[in-house]
Each structure stands twice: as C-alpha cells, then as structure tokens.
C-alpha cells in the first residue's frame, strides 16, 4: 500500500515536469520590444535637453518599462550616422501590449502635456524581436 | 571614557560615508552607448532578412557587445513611427572606445564582407548618456 502511495505521488510529480519545462522554455524565448524616440527640439539648447530629460526621468516610472536609456548623440561622426536630433530615449517593453499601457499610461499623457511644447518633431523606432 | 571611544568610533565610521557615497555613485553613473542601426534591404523578402539576422548573430559575438537586439517593425502605426526599414540592430556598448573595437574588429569586417550585398542604406543613431 505505502509503495503504491509513493509511486502515485511520483507519479503526479513526473506529471507536472514537462509542463513546468515548456514554461521555463517560454520564459526563454520571449519577444523583446524596443521603442526608440528621437527628439528634435524647437530651440535646442542645455536647459532645454535638460528640461526634457527631467520629464524623461519622470516618464520612465511607467511599471510597463524594463529597461530604458536616456542620450545625446555620441561624437561619431561617419556619414551613415544619423545625429541631428537632441535626445534619444529608448525603452523595452515584455511586448507590444505592455507598450500599449505605456502609451495610454497617466504618467505618459502628464509628460506630453507637461514637455511637449520643447519639441518640434520625434522620429519614433518600435522593433520587435526575441530576446536573446 | 567608553563613551568617548563610541564617539570616536562612529566619527570614523561616518568619516567613511562620503567616499563610500561617492563611490557608489561613480559605478552608478557610468555610461551607456547605443549603437542602433536600422538596416534597408535591396530586395526586400523574408529570405533576405534572415540571412541579414544569420549574419548578425554571428556579429553579436564581438565581445565588447554587452547587450543586443534584432527586431523588425512592430505592428504599431502611428503617424510618427518609421517603418520602412527592414531589420533593427541595436548593441550597447560600455563607452565610445568599446565600439570603436567593434567597429575595427575582425568579426564587424567578416560581417560587412559577407553581407553588405544585401542592403541599400543603413541609417545609424549612436547615442550616450548614463547608464540608469
């Protein structure tokens, strides 16, 4: 009787270990989303690229963001490099459902409404791919 | 006596606090350079773009590459959105020297060897700031 328990509960055990592998598998080979703004500001300055890199600094407490990176195009300089714009902000989302709260989050329509008189164009990037 | 030893012990201790801080600090504001390329194919096809993504595998190996990422466009249409590119390529590097090594690097000249017969235009932002 007792071995027949002890099997049963292996048994169930065993039962549960590819469901557990293809979760782990999943966890693996999840998307990455990337979203890439480019700034171009009205009147492009040191206040202003830091007036706007405030509000960035606020704008990057949307729970949505895993990761995001504030810049100023570096000093490279090869012809096929872009590097009119002010400021780069890029940040990755699980996917694009997490970009979608991003973009109707209250923290998100607060910069607009708070920043969006520095600028005078964004060139926006979204890519989307597996993370690796 | 034991009271003025205390004091003593705490005035040393406290005395650390600042290098401690600002050592902290130093780690936390090193920098992050994006290398981001948006890649525009001769003839665009799915085939094309997986050898382009094939070979930028085999470029992600460069070791001064700390992180990347290969995407297409996402679904999103917004009328600020480029999209007409075909693959993304994005790596971080630790600062401007890093990805000077990547760009001279037997494994980026393989790679431009071998596929550049592939795409048209590439238009390339690479940006710094601190590392968040």
């Known amino acids: 009787m007792k071995n027949r328990r002890e099997f049963i509960k292996k048994a169930a055990l065993l039962s549960t270990l590819p469901a557990t592998a293809a979760l782990a598998n999943t966890a693996k080979s999840k998307e990455l989303f990337i979203h890439h703004v480019y700034f171009y500001l009205k009147q492009d300055s040191p206040e202003n690229r830091a007036k706007l890199t405030e509000g960035l600094l606020k704008l990057s407490k949307v729970p949505t963001i895993r990761q995001f990176h ?63």
Chains 1, 2 share one sequence.
């Open 70 to 132: 504030i810049g100023e195009p570096a000093s490279t300089t090869r012809s096929v490099i872009v590097r009119d714009y002010a400021i780069s902000w890029m940040c990755f989302f699980d996917n694009l459902e997490e970009e979608e709260v991003y973009q109707a989050h209250p923290i998100h329509l607060k910069f607009i409404e708070d920043y969006s008189y520095l600028w005078s164009k964004v060139n926006v990037y979204d890519s989307v791919g597996p993370r690796r």
